[in-house]
Structure formats: structure tokens, C-alpha cells
């Protein structure tokens, strides 16, 4: 009895640690796992990657991973996307992965503002790996124990619903975005452990500090932004800027919450977030470490960031598309043509 309590006990905690989703530094680096809104904003189809390696010093560190590919497609005004994420952590090889469709349609307000309301559609998968649990009795039966909630852990698969909105103009953008809005069951119990709805609200805006003279020369400016998330009893808040100098760009961040105590009285904060990020034709790497501000700061190791985003030509447009669809302005953290300016 008491192994099969602590097996239960050690199950609860792990569904409550994975009923958080992960979060990304480069949250601009991965803008569809942000917002289903921001599916299409470019005129050209994208790749992006993101891999988050949280808290390396101790013994099992969470590894995060992202993809996703979206295109926008003139003749329905609409983006189209795919986004395929995979969170593992803790040494009995505990893994969530979720692969979804997002689709977004772009509504023209003015001549230089846009609407891009989002829908997200996605399947999960929960669970460990059995075969790396070991129970006390195993040593005496050949590696099986006999304890029968043993029996019970597996895998549980579930459907995901998400939706979003972004307003952008050329030099600014705001949204919000709301994820598992079903609440699905992540148990592996056979009981009820539901995934709270995550609420976003986001906003950015670039300034100008100088623009080079000739075409192509690099210019200079900022891009700050930030990112409040809400998601059962957890909240956070990132804000900061990346300062560009093309093709180079540095940023810090801050996330916490100063305007809350934590129970010992001290200021709510979590980490400092310094990014370097260098922005090629096509693609744009991002690389970001999480230095821990928290009662975690030295034995955690912080949180190593890296992403990668490609662009390539879209096909081109047909002669029966209006020229209202054929180019819509759009919020990005780079001086690309076409895009901020």
C-alpha cells in the first residue's frame, strides 16, 4: 500500500508540473506556438525551429522542441500553418507532444492596418516510459513489481482547440491568444487531471534611430515587446527589447512580476533573458540563456535557447489576384523589405 501511494502521489505531482505549458525566451522566434493569429503574416512560406534545454545542471533537465511551417495563400486571404511541439523532463521519461493545424484570415481594416483573427487545431499524446521506473519489490521478482497501479500508468491522447487575434500595422502589433480551450484530460491514471486554458496578451513596436541612406545599407532601431500569460494559478510576465544594428541584433529581457510579493515578502521575478540574434537573407538564428533570478539562480544552470527561422519564395501570384491581397504589412523582428518598413 504504501508503494502504490507513493506511486500515486508521485503521478499527481508530474500532472500537475505538465499541466503548465512551456514557454520560449524567442517567443517572436516561434510565432505560431504565440498566437494562430500570426499563421501567414509573411509573403513568402516559413520554417521555423526552436529548441529550449531548462535548468541543465540538475539531474534531468526539461527539453523543449518546436517546429512549424506556414504559407500564405493570396487567392483566399488566409494563412495556413502546421505546428508540432514535444516537451520531455524528468528521468522516467515523461513527454507531451501535440501536432495541430492553425489557419488565420487576414481582414484589411484600412490601407495600413490589418485583423488577423486564428484558429488552432491540434492531437496530443501524454505519458512516460514505464520501463524506467523502478520499485523496490523489482529487485525481487526480476525487475517487475507487483504493485497494480503500476498497471494503470500509460499514455493518455487527447484533441486540442485554440483561437487568437493580432492587429498589426507596419511599426507595431498587439494580440491575444487563448489555448486548450476544451481543457483536455492529460491523466495517465485513468482519473481527471485537466490542462487549464492559457490566456496571452502581447505587443510590440519598432522605433526608429536611423535609417541607412543608400538601399540596403543597415539602419538602426529597437523592437520592444512583451508577453503576459495566465494559465490556471500560474502567470508571467516578459518584457524587454532586442536592439538592431543589421545584421546583428542584441536583446534583454526581464521576466517576473515586481508588482507581486513572493511568500517570504521578496519581489516576484524569475530570470534576466540576454539574446543575440543575426539575420541572414533568408534566415534569421536566435540564440538566448535565462540567467535565474530566483531561489533557483545557482543550482539550476538558467535555460539555453536556440532558433532558426527560413524563408522561402512563395509561388507566384496569379493575374486574377486582387492587389488589395497581394501584399499585406505585417510585424517582424527584422528590416526586411516589405515587412516593419
Known amino acids: 500500500m504504501r508503494k502504490s501511494l507513493l506511486l500515486v502521489i508521485f503521478s499527481v505531482a508530474l500532472s500537475a508540473v505538465v499541466a503548465q505549458d512551456p514557454q520560449f525566451s524567442q517567443y517572436y522566434q516561434s510565432p505560431l506556438y504565440l498566437n494562430p493569429g500570426f499563421t501567414g503574416i509573411t509573403n513568402q512560406q516559413r520554417a521555423t525551429f526552436v529548441h529550449r534545454n531548462q535548468w541543465p545542471n540538475l539531474p534531468q533537465s526539461f527539453s523543449t522542441f518546436a517546429a512549424s511551417y506556414d504559407i500564405w495563400v493570396d487567392e483566399i486571404r488566409s494563412g495556413i500553418g502546421i505546428l508540432a511541439t514535444t516537451d520531455r523532463m524528468g528521468s522516467a521519461g515523461w513527454r507531451t507532444t501535440n501536432v495541430g493545424l492553425n489557419y488565420s484570415y487576414k481582414i484589411r481594416l484600412t490601407e495600413k492596418a490589418v485583423f488577423s483573427p486564428g484558429l488552432y487545431f491540434g492531437y496530443g499524446i501524454n505519458g512516460l516510459d514505464r520501463s524506467r521506473l523502478q520499485f523496490g519489490d523489482g529487485l525481487e521478482f526480476n525487475g517487475t513489481t507487483l504493485d497494480p497501479a503500476f498497471q494503470r500508468l500509460g499514455n ?6 485554440g483561437a487568437g487575434f493580432v492587429l498589426y ?4 502589433f498587439l494580440g491575444a491568444s487563448f489555448s486548450h480551450i476544451n481543457t483536455p484530460n492529460l491523466s495517465i491514471l485513468s482519473t481527471e487531471t485537466r490542462l487549464p486554458m492559457k490566456s496571452v496578451v502581447h505587443g510590440g513596436v519598432r522605433i526608429t534611430l536611423r535609417n541607412g541612406v543608400r538601399k540596403g545599407a543597415s539602419s538602426d532601431y529597437l523592437t520592444p515587446s512583451f508577453v503576459y500569460r495566465v494559465q490556471g494559478v500560474i502567470s508571467q510576465f516578459d518584457v524587454g527589447l532586442n536592439y538592431h544594428i543589421d545584421p ?13 510579493n513572493t511568500v517570504v515578502n521578496s519581489i516576484q521575478q524569475d530570470a534576466l533573458i540576454f539574446a543575440l540574434g543575426i539575420y541572414l537573407k533568408n534566415m534569421s538564428i536566435g540564440y538566448s540563456y535565462d540567467f535565474s533570478t530566483s531561489g533557483l539562480a545557482s543550482a539550476s544552470g538558467g535555460a539555453h535557447e536556440i532558433s532558426v527561422v527560413y524563408e522561402f519564395e512563395s509561388k507566384p501570384l496569379r493575374r486574377g489576384v486582387k492587389k488589395r491581397n497581394r501584399l499585406i504589412p505585417c510585424p517582424s523582428f527584422n528590416s526586411k523589405s516589405g515587412f516593419w518598413n
Not at 169 to 172: I, T
Request: glycine share 8%; net charge positive.
Open 156 to 161: 493518455t491522447q487527447y484533441f486540442d482547440f
Open 248 to 260: 546583428v541584433s542584441l536583446g534583454v529581457w526581464y521576466r517576473g512580476k515586481p508588482w507581486e
Open 169 to 172: 500595422k507596419k511599426a507595431w
